[in-house]
Each structure stands twice: as structure tokens, then as C-alpha cells.
């Protein structure tokens, strides 16, 4: 396993990072889950994400059970605030109530004294940027966060948040935790120009497109047994990417996988980690030994030619 900075903090974090959001839909049963972060840590990962939100506080109770078996130094862990927690009126957004008692939420979940990454898991549009600032930099000043994160915020959301930061003398955006994979390629054009730009780095979501780019699903044929494509509760959120133009794309890039030695995801995370502004890729695991042929892509560097094709094959 190999480590990048995160962002232009001094903090090191895996190139390859584990998150619990498949739990969210019970797609990964719990022995699983928790088998997946002992062999993370077995495997040089050390940098973990869940959120409040993901199965309402219940995946973060399943990472901090697990985790209480590890010195708190030789980890990261990241959580989120933003999305409904309850059906008030308050219960939602990135208000300093909200923020505040989220937070505190889920370091009791965590059964921890402090998070290293809190994000915003959303921009919050009904609430002053300057409120959600303030509250962030009083949890890092009480010793509750260490770095501010977003996720999903554009450009311009970014760019606004790192200038007020600066003139009210609060502490910065470090990390933003966008979708990122060859399937969507948004951030390339403008939030990570503005991110290299402000010392902010990437830490990216859904890095294999779902799963699609592992290369399992074919062109006329049902999903395999046990997948996400094959389960009621998520096939939903995969849906989106089962076109016959994708499915396409991923059998040539079979090819180019093939010739550098490599599957087809360890070939889509390896080119998501050409970038210099990504920190690291998150992946969801159903088993263990899912998660050991994933974290190879770590240290894996592609030749020019080899980009030349992918672009190639993702263009056309």
C-alpha cells in the first residue's frame, strides 16, 4: 500500500480507502463488514469513511466497534453531516445546531473522542456558509474534528468557502469527496483545478462506477448471483451505469487491463490515481477477500500509451 498526503495537510492517508456506505442498504451483512475493516487493516489501509446518515447511525456503530481493537494513531476516519436524521425541521442541513449535535452524535456512535475528517455531506443552501464555517472551526478548536471536509460541493461553492475561511480567519476546506470514475469525469474541468489551486485534495467516491467496472456484468446476461445488480435494495442505484455503451466500454478495457497485468478495477482505480490532487479512492468490500485484489491497484502506474487507449475507449 502506498500513501499520499491529503491534500497539502501533513496528514498520509492509503491511496486506497474503505467505506461503509454499502451497509446503507444491508447489501453487505454485518460479519462481512466487519471481517472487510480487520482486513483492511491487515492490507496497509488506514483510512476509513462512514457518515451519520448511512443506515441512520447504525454502519457507524459497526465501524466503531470494530476499530476500538486498534490504536487510535494508526488510523483516519472520516464522517458526514447533512441529510435528515429525523423528521423535525431541524433535524437536517448544515445549520450550527444541526452540525453541532450531529457531530457529538456520531462520536458517540463511534464511541471516539474525535473524528480526523468532518464534511459537509451536501451544500447546504438554506443555511449562511459563514454559520456552517464557524461551527466546523469551533469542533476543530474543541478537539472534536481535525480537518474540514465537503463532499459534493462545486467549483465556485469551494472557491467561496476557502475566501471566507481566510477573511474570517477560520480554518480551511482540506478534502472534498466527489463522485470520480471514468464513467463521470465532471471535476476534472473545474473542482480540481480550483482544489490544486487552494491545497484542497480529492478524496473520491464510487471510484468503479458501482461495480460496473470490475467487469462482472456482460452485455445480455443477468447479473451475477450475490451482486449489487442482483439485489432488490440496490440494483436501483446501479441501474444508471447497465447500459449496453458502458458495458461495451469495460469490454475493451478488458484488454488494456490484460496487457498491463491487471483486472479491469485495479485498472479504473489505478488511472483515478494518475491524478496528483486525488488522496484517495473509496471502495465498499462484500467480503474480504474482494477487498485484498482491490487494494493492488495501489502503486500502480500506467503508461502513457495506456492512457492513450483508455481515452480512446471511453471517448469513442
Avoid at 442505484?237 to 478495457?253: A, D, P, Y
Avoid at 489505478?270 to 484517495?280: E, F, G
Wanted: with cysteine.
Amino acid at each position: 500500500m502506498e500513501y499520499r498526503r491529503l491534500g497539502s495537510t501533513g496528514l498520509r492517508v492509503s491511496e486506497i480507502s474503505l467505506g461503509s456506505w454499502l451497509t446503507t442498504a444491508g447489501y453487505v451483512a454485518r460479519e462481512n463488514a466487519e471481517a472487510s475493516i480487520h482486513k483492511a487493516f491487515d492490507l496497509g489501509i488506514n483510512f476509513f469513511d462512514t457518515a451519520n446518515v448511512y443506515m441512520r447511525g447504525e454502519a457507524e456503530k459497526v465501524v466503531g466497534s470494530v476499530l476500538k481493537g486498534y490504536q487510535r494513531d494508526s488510523y483516519v476516519l472520516a464522517t458526514k453531516a447533512f441529510w435528515p436524521m429525523g423528521d423535525g425541521p431541524n433535524e437536517r442541513g448544515l445549520s450550527r445546531k444541526h452540525v453541532i449535535e450531529q457531530c457529538n452524535a456520531s462520536l458517540e456512535r463511534l464511541g471516539l473522542d474525535y473524528v480526523d475528517i468532518f464534511y459537509c455531506h451536501r451544500y447546504d443552501k438554506e443555511t449562511p456558509l459563514e454559520e456552517t464555517l464557524r461551527a466546523i472551526d469551533d469542533l476543530i478548536r474543541h478537539g472534536k474534528v481535525l480537518y474540514a471536509g465537503v463532499s459534493e460541493w462545486t467549483a465556485e461553492q469551494i472557491s467561496e468557502a476557502v475566501h471566507l475561511a481566510d477573511k474570517k480567519l477560520l480554518d480551511r476546506i482540506v478534502v472534498s469527496q466527489p463522485q470520480y470514475n471514468m464513467f463521470e469525469r465532471y471535476i476534472e474541468k473545474e473542482v480540481i483545478p480550483v482544489s490544486e489551486k487552494h491545497g484542497i485534495g480529492q478524496v473520491v467516491w464510487s471510484p468503479l462506477a458501482q461495480g460496473v467496472l470490475t467487469g462482472k456484468y456482460k452485455i445480455g446476461e443477468e447479473a451475477p448471483k450475490g451482486s449489487r445488480a442482483a439485489d432488490e435494495n440496490s440494483k436501483k442505484m446501479i441501474s444508471g451505469h447497465l447500459t449496453e455503451e458502458k458495458l461495451q466500454k469495460v469490454e475493451k478495457l478488458k484488454g488494456v487491463a490484460e496487457e498491463n497485468g491487471i483486472t479491469v478495477a485495479q485498472l479504473a482505480l489505478s488511472w483515478i490515481l494518475r491524478q496528483d490532487n486525488v488522496s484517495s479512492a473509496i471502495v465498499g468490500a462484500s467480503s474480504p477477500d474482494q477487498l485484498e485484489e482491490t487494494v493492488k491497484a495501489s502503486g500502480v502506474k500506467l503508461s502513457a500509451e495506456s492512457l492513450e487507449r483508455i481515452e480512446e475507449i471511453l471517448q469513442n
